[in-house]
């Protein structure tokens, strides 16, 4: 029965969180038509996506902290039904502060989401299956992400920007029901016991000063906004980096690096998982380690597929990259959860989503912009690979200082 649980939650919750992406991504797809009828500017989209980050960002710790006191399938589910109401409502906005309020809001709801779910399947399964478990839930992301670009933009050809919003985002409202039916299980009970003895010690209301001083955790926390540093770039300025440097249709482009993005991220998502998990009773660092060896390898294939012009040589690097990159996205939330109290992970999740968003893709996009105003795109672009490059140098010490010290993860 309590199998059966586990897997339902699994199942419930990545679900959702594929629809967690399709909102998320559903804007992008639709920035032209919205333009042209509500004569908005350049840089007034760019403020609608930067309000979603910054809310998401800002908000996460808040509801990290009451992931970790109350109970979390109603949170979860409020969460859910905030970010479908909110993408539904932007489909009546009517001006540039409607549609920004309607977006940002989105932000809050997947804060609850986004902090609370990996910390709830954390306690659904054992430690050992951990690394499986997040890269199965994880893989929503590419997937979700893919999904709302193609249904997006036929909801929009067939039906109107506005449709588009309200078909992605009202049925939320129903799938949020899934997540009370969900096992919440005591916090810690899959947990070794001495593991769980060690990192429970703490009060709750000291989480953050625990984290603060958790140098295991802080260190995973650095790479990953490094990680999403060269993530959030890549995603945002490649189809144009195609188009403008490598000579390809803006069409072509899109579609290359869609396809590039949905292949790499499933295959690279669960194959991190599966090592992670796999080199686990050799080393309780197995999942740095994974989530560092694999940035390493991809910091220089990152390099080739960024400066070289022979078209099969930058799409076969470009994909080998993606692959490695997105192998580190389990393991590394994995590495997360395990680096700290079971009373405070939701709180880790939080204060994570803060920093490396603080510190990653909320800076690298307008970074790479700015610098390609001032050069070019292309050797703006070589930011990225120092990125990836920094990310693997500070998970591999991670890992390297936590085998000197056992039991620091």
């Not at 940002?104 to 054992?126: N, R």
């Not at 906004?225 to 995603?235: K, S």
């Not at 992670?276 to 390898?297: C, E, M």
Request: glycine share 10%.
């Amino acid at each position: 029965m309590t199998d059966r649980r586990a897997n339902y939650a699994l199942a419930v919750l990545t679900f959702i969180n594929l629809f967690n992406y399709v909102d998320r991504w559903v804007v992008a797809t639709l920035l032209e038509p919205i333009k042209q009828e509500l004569g908005l500017t350049d840089t007034q989209l760019g403020l609608i996506a930067s309000g979603f980050i910054v809310v998401y960002a800002l908000t996460s710790p808040i509801f990290g902290t009451l992931g970790d006191k109350k109970k979390r399938p109603p949170l979860i589910a409020i969460g859910v039904g905030v970010w479908s109401l909110a993408t539904g409502l932007a489909g009546f906005a009517r001006g540039f502060v409607s549609l920004f309020i309607a977006r940002s809001t989105v932000g809050v709801g997947e804060a609850a989401y986004g902090t609370i779910a990996p910390a709830l399947l954390a306690d659904q399964f054992p430690y050992e299956k951990r690394g499986r478990v997040m890269s199965i839930f994880f893989a929503a992301i590419p997937i979700g992400s893919a999904l709302a670009y193609v249904f997006g933009g036929l909801a929009e050809k067939h039906f109107g920007w506005r449709a588009a919003f309200w078909m992605v985002g009202f049925p939320g409202l129903v799938l949020s029901l899934l997540i009370l039916f969900v096992m919440d299980p005591p916090r810690g009970q899959n947990d070794a016991p001495a593991t769980a003895e060690g990192r429970g010690r703490h009060k709750s209301g000291n989480a953050y000063r625990d984290l603060f001083r958790n140098a295991p955790y802080l260190l995973i926390v650095a790479g990953y906004a490094a990680y999403t540093f060269a993530l959030g770039g890549l995603g945002y300025w490649m189809p144009a980096f195609l188009e403008r440097s490598r000579g390809m249709p803006r069409s072509e482009a899109t579609i290359t690096f869609g396809t590039i993005v949905v292949a790499t991220g499933f295959v690279g998502t669960f194959l991190g998982g599966w090592l992670g998990d796999h080199f686990l009773p050799r080393t309780k660092q197995a999942y740095i380690w994974v989530s560092g060896i694999a940035t390493l390898a991809a910091a220089p294939l990152t390099f080739i597929a960024l400066t070289a012009h022979v078209k099969w040589v930058f799409v076969t690097t470009i994909v080998l990259a993606e692959v490695l990159i997105f192998m580190c996205t389990g393991p590394v939330n994995s590495a997360i959860v395990n680096a700290v109290s079971p009373l405070e992970r939701a709180t880790a999740l939080g204060l994570s989503v803060l920093l490396m968003h603080a510190f990653g893709d909320i800076p690298s996009p307008p970074l790479i912009g700015a610098l390609s105003d001032s050069s070019s795109l292309e050797r703006a672009f070589l930011v990225v690979p120092v990125a990836v490059l920094l990310s693997g140098l500070i998970w591999t010490y991670a890992a390297w200082r936590g085998e000197r010290t056992p039991d620091a993860v």
